[in-house]
């Protein structure tokens, strides 16, 4: 099997030098005090994902041969910042994620992105403050997938940054309203193409509902909601088109952790179709089939991997088996 690239060894601790001040645990979520900051991270215990790597098999065998699948989990941040004294409580990710990918067909490319974030642990990748990554994070994970398919990639330096200040995401509600974390807000920067591109948003059953040309929700709350800046959210289907001339299309297959990633394929792809393994109501053999798909990404956080999630790709496989899917705004 093509694994590619394999986590060498255990994180390294990014901040070394560092004393871990206040340590709680509350409601499975981890509240720690690193580098003058508190970070509010959930507990990672694993999982076999058998459900996942059962659902990608079958669809291996149901698409096109020439169709590439990839599967690209994203760690959760314990992975990185979880104190020496915690990490009997956290599983290693990049182990669980190898150990999924093992069951995988042959055929399907695996790509582990543990090693890639690592090398960056000490740059702002993850929130602190919300159980997502920071886009800074998603950039370098889809600059590992660009590496890994063959495809051009623009530099970051290419991108127009902005900035929500006083952002306090999830990590708020998650911990029981931690004031330890409500007054220890972060920046969310997130960074726009530079290249011409048309996004074009459907329903979940594929019915068109606006030509935004955009890929970023305006009137977004940036003190609260920051993350839903990227596609407005998770409850639609996305089409952007880009002046690429590669001769590939992807489709990117995510849960929340895969809205971030996709303004960093504008450079790299002719086309690229987001859905959501949560929602989406067409078949996704047919939507594959009928939409040219090239190549297909699974991006979703080790908890849909292993989780009920990562098991409703099995549905997406199944329903409306069959049918045609046809763009209603080609």
Not at 25 to 43: A, L, P, T, Y
Not at 69 to 98: G, N, R
Not at 116 to 135: F, K, N, V
Not at 212 to 241: H, P, R, W
Request: proline share 6%; with cysteine; net charge negative.
């Amino acid at each position: 099997m093509d694994a590619v690239p394999a986590n060498p060894g255990p994180t390294a601790d990014p901040f070394p030098n560092q004393e871990v001040e206040g340590k709680d645990i509350i409601e499975n979520i981890m509240i720690i005090k690193q580098d003058g900051h508190w970070r509010g991270m959930e507990m990672f215990a694993g999982g076999n994902g058998d459900a996942y790597a059962s659902a990608l098999n079958n669809l291996r065998q149901k698409v096109d041969p020439s169709v590439n699948i990839w599967s690209m989990p994203a760690p959760l941040p314990c992975q990185f910042y979880t104190p020496e004294e915690y990490k009997e409580y956290v599983a290693d990710q990049s182990q669980c994620f190898d150990r999924i990918h093992q069951k995988l067909d042959p055929a399907i490319k695996p790509l582990n992105i543990c090693s890639a974030l690592s090398a960056h642990s000490g740059e702002p990748i993850y929130c602190r403050t919300d159980h997502h990554w920071q886009p800074l994070g998603a950039y370098y994970a889809a600059q590992a997938f660009a590496q890994a398919a063959g495809v051009s990639f623009d530099d970051i330096s290419t991108y127009t940054p902005g900035k929500f200040e006083g952002f306090v995401g999830s990590m708020y509600g998650f911990s029981g309203q931690s004031a330890k974390i409500l007054n220890d807000s972060e920046e969310f920067t997130y960074y726009t193409p530079s290249k011409p591109y048309d996004a074009v948003y459907y329903d979940t059953a594929f019915n068109f509902q606006w030509d935004e040309d955009n890929l970023f929700a305006e009137g977004v709350d940036g003190t609260s909601d920051a993350y839903s800046y990227f596609l407005g959210g998770d409850q639609y289907i996305v089409k952007v088109t880009t002046q690429n001339t590669t001769g590939r299309t992807l489709l990117v297959m995510k849960d929340s952790y895969g809205n971030a990633t996709i303004p960093y394929y504008v450079g790299s792809f002719d086309k690229i179709f987001v859905a959501d393994i949560r929602y989406m109501e067409r078949n996704l053999v047919s939507f594959i089939r009928d939409m040219g798909i090239t190549d297909v990404v699974f991006t979703v956080s080790a908890f849909s991997l292993v989780g009920e999630n990562g098991a409703n790709i099995a549905n997406l496989i199944s329903q409306n088996a069959g049918e045609t899917v046809t763009d209603p705004h080609p």
